[in-house]
């Protein structure tokens, strides 16, 4: 089977820390470890890319506080994992807007990704400041610029749009934790035939078990595109 597209909305920090006792950026450095602890499993269960949602587009309308230590753990996280990655052979890519980031956790991006551009065991897409819509359109922008039209143009298009080389990648399974049923604005054209799986387990619980789970469901559901089913 070819390496599959899995993409993660990791929802239910905030609650999980609340269900502790613990302020909210608890819950987004646990989920942090869970992150790391991801990456290490998810190529031994057939996992070629890994699409994170780690701060959407609408998510600035946060609190400043909560904003700013996000910020941080993903610099954070970037510089403690980059020589792992390396060694382990994961390409990190991180997608969406970066120029209301500032300027050291894009020093950090930049690294990050020029350190582990050789990686070819997994590929690790953290999405930072992204919006499907917003990437749409840019797409959609960049087509009638350059007098572009047609589905392969699109997707090459959506991929300059952010600035990447393979973001045509279709998701093969999309799980959201938290116990919300939406995709908020996540990769919505890559997710046109993904398989959708809510869970109820806020994100700081869902480790490496929770993922084998989530591919051995992946792995029962009957995935026709349309047609219909094969004949026995
Ligand atoms: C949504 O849960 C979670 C986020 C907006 C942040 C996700 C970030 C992490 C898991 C941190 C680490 C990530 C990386 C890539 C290092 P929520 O806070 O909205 O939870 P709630 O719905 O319970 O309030």
Redesign the pocket.
């Known amino acids: 089977m070819a390496p599959l597209h899995v993409a993660l909305i990791?929802?239910?920090?905030?609650?999980?820390a609340q269900a502790h006792g613990l302020p909210?950026v608890a819950?987004?450095r646990r989920?942090?470890d869970?992150?790391r602890e991801l990456v290490e499993s998810a190529p031994g269960l057939g996992i070629g890319t890994l699409s994170?949602y780690?701060?959407s587009s609408d998510?600035w309308q946060r609190p400043d506080r909560e904003v700013a230590s996000?910020m941080a753990?993903?610099r954070a996280?970037l510089r403690r994992e980059r020589r792992r990655c390396i060694k382990e052979g994961v390409r990190v890519a991180v997608v969406g807007r970066r120029d209301r980031l500032s300027a050291g956790l894009v020093r950090e991006i930049e690294r990050t990704e020029a350190a582990t551009l050789e990686g070819s065991v997994l590929c690790l897409r953290?999405c930072v400041d992204y919006s499907a819509r917003d990437r749409i359109v840019d797409a959609a922008n960049l087509m009638a610029r350059n007098g572009d039209r047609g589905r392969d143009a699109f997707v090459r298009a959506l991929g300059r749009a952010g600035q990447e080389s393979d973001a045509s990648l279709d998701v093969d399974l999309l799980v959201r934790t938290?116990g919300e049923q939406r995709l908020s604005d996540f990769l919505l054209w890559e997710c046109a035939y993904a398989e959708l799986l809510f869970v109820e387990q806020?994100?700081p619980e869902f480790g490496r078990e929770s993922l084998s789970r989530a591919i051995d469901t992946f792995g029962r559901r009957e995935r026709r595109f349309g047609a219909v089913p094969a004949m026995p």
């Open positions: 990791m929802d239910g920090n905030g609650r999980w909210r819950g987004h989920g942090a869970v992150v994170l780690a701060f998510n996000l753990l993903f996280f953290i938290g806020m994100w």
